[in-house]
Structures are given as C-alpha cells and as structure tokens.
C-alpha cells in the first residue's frame, strides 16, 4: 500500500508542481498589478466570504463519498444520481444564503454581483471536487491528476493571451477574471461528469428524499468540520475588508499628487509622503490586498500538503477497515510533507523582502512583514493534512470538530483585537497561532487514539534539522550578492539544496527506505 501511494503521489505532485504554481505565482500578480491592489484586495475578501457558507455546497458528501467508496467500490452506481441531484439542490441554497448575508453584512450592488458570480464558482468547483472523490475513491488516480490540473491550465492559457498575448485589445478587469474562472470550471466540471458517469453501470438523475436525509445525517459531522476549519482559514480577509476603513480616494489622490511634486524637490516631501502613504493604506480593501499578496505563496505551497491529504483518505480508509497497521504510511507522509515545509517556511521568513520585491513592484515591505508569519503557517497545515486525515478515515470527527470550534472561536476572538491594531499584520500572527494550536492537538490525538510510540529519535532529528536549516540560511545570506538583479535566487537554491542534503545527512529522509517501500510496498 506505502508502493501505490509513493506512486500516486510523485504523478500527482509532478503534473501539480508543473501547473498550478504557474497560475499563483504569474498570473494571479499580473493580474493584481493591473487590476490595482485595492480592486483585488476586494476581490479576495469576497472569495474568502464565498468560502465560508460552502459547506452548503458540499456538507461534507466530498469526504463521506471518498472514504465510502474507496471502502465499497460498488455505491458508485447506487449513490451517484441521488448525489448528483442533491449537490444542485444544496447550490440553490448555499448561493441564496450568500447574497443575503452579503446584503446583511453591507455588500452593495457591485460587490453583490461579484459575490454571486464567485458564488456559482464555489458550486462548479465543489461539483469537480465531488466528481473527483469518486475517482478517488475507485483509486483512479492517474485520471484525478489530469481532472486537477485542467481547470488551472485553461485559465492560464485564456489569461495568457489577454495579459501578455496582445493579440485582443481586452483589459483585464475583476469582473472578466471571475468569468474566466467560470468557464474553465464548468468546462472541467462537464468533463469529470462524463467520466464518472461511464464508470457507473446506469446513470438516471433521481431524486429520494429518504435517501438524501440518510446521506445528510452521515456526512453531517463532515459538514461541521469543513464548516469549522473554513472559517478560521478564510476569515481574516473579510474580517479586515469589513472591520478597517473604506478606501479613501481623496487621500489617495492627494498622496499621488505629492509624489509628483516630490519628485522635483528635497527630502523632507517623502518623509511626509511616507506619512501619509500608511495612512492610505489603513483601510480594509487595501489592507485584504496586501494579505492576499503574501497569502499567494502559502496558498501555493498549500497545494502541496493537500494533496497528500487526496491519496491518503482513500489509502488510509482502506487499510482501516482491513485492519492493516498505519503507523509506518503516517511516519514516512509526515516526513515526507514536513521535511520541505520547513524549508520553505524557514527560508521564506530569512528571504521574505527579496521574495517580495520578486512578486511584486509595490507594497513590498508591508507584504513581506504579512509573509513570514503566514509562510510559517505552512509547517502547521502540512502535519495538519496528515493527521486529519488519519482522523478522519478512522471516524474521529468529535474529536476534530471539539478542536476546530476551539481554533475558530480563538481565531475570531484574536482577530477582532488585533486587525485594528495591527491590520494584516495582526491576522497572519493569529493564523500563525490558530495553526499551531491546531497541529500540536492533533498530533497528541493521533498518538492517544492509535497508541503510537512516541518517536523520539524523530523529534529530536526534527530539531538538529530545524537547528541546521536555521544555520544555512544564516550562512546564504553571508555571500553578499542577494540583494541586486535578483541574484539572491543562487542564494535561496543553495540553501534549498543544502538544507535537502541535510536532511538526508542526518537521515531524516532515508533513501533506502523510499526505495524499499516503492520495491515491496
């Protein structure tokens, strides 16, 4: 089973890695650097709102159908028209419910179209991930891969053209890079249909109330646990859009003015254009756009750590119920996952300016303070992916809402104190805190729950890498030629490369048992 799933995992990881940081790290900041930060900052606000209610979208079918059938392949026939037909009736629901708490929380009508259409995206992308689940759960892996890039390819193909292609003479606006997304979705959407469809032996859209009841009462822990996790994931940019100031034009103009007469006079003029640059700044749709500017990276290096999570719930649920030990698939994932996420995480925070000033031409200094800690995030989610996951497979959905409740009610607690305060800024510590907290409890339940040994040859391995990467880093940037012409690339791929050999050094990773593991399984 640890051969299928180091198999499964280096295709979905290639086509992924190949892909999907494309989209993230080009087009998302062309597209931010020409629709203006503000435009998207709101933008980014509204599609972390679309977030929250989504859990109507799905109520946790997603998860509930992936472990059913990868557990008993022969309900794909039996449950996918009812479920497909029970999926469209929660997206009337789940969109209703948006507008009119968008409109409830101050939405006008131009941010209440935008909301609907991102809305209809949150339902298409749901539909492909309920859609992929089942090939999931039928251990179709190689087709999910191609499924869960396709949406990401033709995106960037039709952004292409219009940002860099200068073939049409369309610009780039919100509204045009919301019906982008459309389209590529439901594109995507129509294909996963087709082919799930040919694996069921009939295919008759039915409707059964009973059944639907039965379906909702199981996948309803499910539901509370995406519920949970979304909104202390995807909270804080709406938080700060609505909490902070609106955007003050006349300021903002005033400023853009003064810069123009500073650029012909002495040096005091940009002290007080400083001033009041940060005062332009303290408003919510700017301050949502600088968050979503160092939010990028993390989302991207996210990717990462879930799709781990995709082939282990299918690959945990069955070793479950054959009653096959899963301490070694949890060992070599965790290692696996945790290994580069401290790289990241670690490097990110030593390298956050230049990272910055790579991405983009403005707000850098404020993006680069949001970035460390929320790059920090990323060794957090990573052990979260795994040992949720592990839970999750084994039914331990009290233990995981009790916790995610906890997470959400602190995360909204500190975010109302410290976003007034201290803006982005504020919400990327208490993301940092929420994560954490998050993680180490996992961890402690997955150790209680499976009674694993307490590995301590591997926490103290942790350490001496954590302590060696730290180290290398210092010693990277001791070269001296980072901070021009974008040289402190050679620096940052030492480091990487160092700090990867490392952890083959002390044997954190151990060649010999991939290979093994990939030979015997």
Known sequence: MQKKFLTNLAILLFFNLLVKPFWILGIEPAVQEQVGNENFGEFFALFNFSFLLNIILDFGITNFNNKNIAQNNHLLTKHFSSLFVLKLILALI????????????????????????????????????????????????????IVSVL???????????????????????????????????????????????????????????????MILKKSFPFAILVLLMTFYNRIDAVMM??????????????????KTFAAYNTEPFHSLIDKLDERVMLNGPDQAGIYAKAFRLLDAANMIAYLFSVILLPTFSRMLKYKESVEALV??????IIT??????????????????????????????????????????????????????????????????????????LNLILIPHFQAR?????????????????????????????????LITLGI?????????????????????????????????????????????????????????
């Open 465 to 521: 890498f954590i302590v060696g990467v730290v180290g290398i880093n210092i010693l990277s940037r001791m070269f001296g030629f980072h901070t021009e012409n974008h040289r402190w690339l050679f620096n940052f791929a030492f480091m990487s490369v160092a700090s990867i050999l490392w952890a083959f050094l002390i044997r954190q990773i151990s060649i010999k048992s991939i290979f093994r593991m990939m030979k015997y399984g």
């Open 331 to 336: 060992k070599l994932s965790f290692t696996l």
């Open 241 to 258: 859009e609505r909490i902070l100031p609106p955007h003050n034009e006349e300021l903002a103009k005033q400023v853009a003015h003064l």
């Open 94 to 145: 789940y969109i209703l419910g948006s507008v009119v708490i968008g409109l409830a929380i101050g939405y006008d009508t131009r941010l209440t179209k935008l909301l609907l259409l991102l809305g209809f995206n949150q339902f298409l992308i749901s539909m492909v991930l309920y859609l992929r689940s089942n090939l999931q759960g039928l251990h179709l892996f190689k087709t999910d891969t």
């Open 340 to 413: 580069p996420a401290l790289v990241v995480a670690i490097g990110c925070v030593f390298y956050r300016q230049e990272i910055m000033g790579w991405l983009y031409a403005d707000h850098i200094a404020q993006a680069a303070v949001v970035f460390a800690p929320l790059m920090c995030c990323f060794v957090a989610i990573s052990t979260n992916y795994i040992f949720s996951t592990l839970l999750t497979a084994n039914g331990n959905m009290k233990h995981l809402n009790t916790l995610a409740a906890i997470c959400m009610l602190i995360n909204i607690t």
């Open 151 to 213: 949406d990401r390819l033709i995106m960037i193909a039709i952004c292409a053209v219009i940002l860099w292609g200068h073939m049409f003479k369309i610009k780039m606006d919100i509204m045009l890079f919301a019906y982008i997304q459309t389209g590529a979705y439901f594109l995507t959407a129509f294909i996963a249909f087709v082919i799930v469809a040919k694996k069921t032996e009939t295919l008759k859209l039915t409707w059964s109330y009973p059944f639907a009841l």
């Open 426 to 458: 504020g919400s990327a510590f208490v993301s940092l805190a929420t994560q954490l907290i998050m993680a180490i409890a996992q961890v402690i339940i997955v150790q209680r729950v499976f009674r694993f040994r307490v590995n301590y040859r591997l």
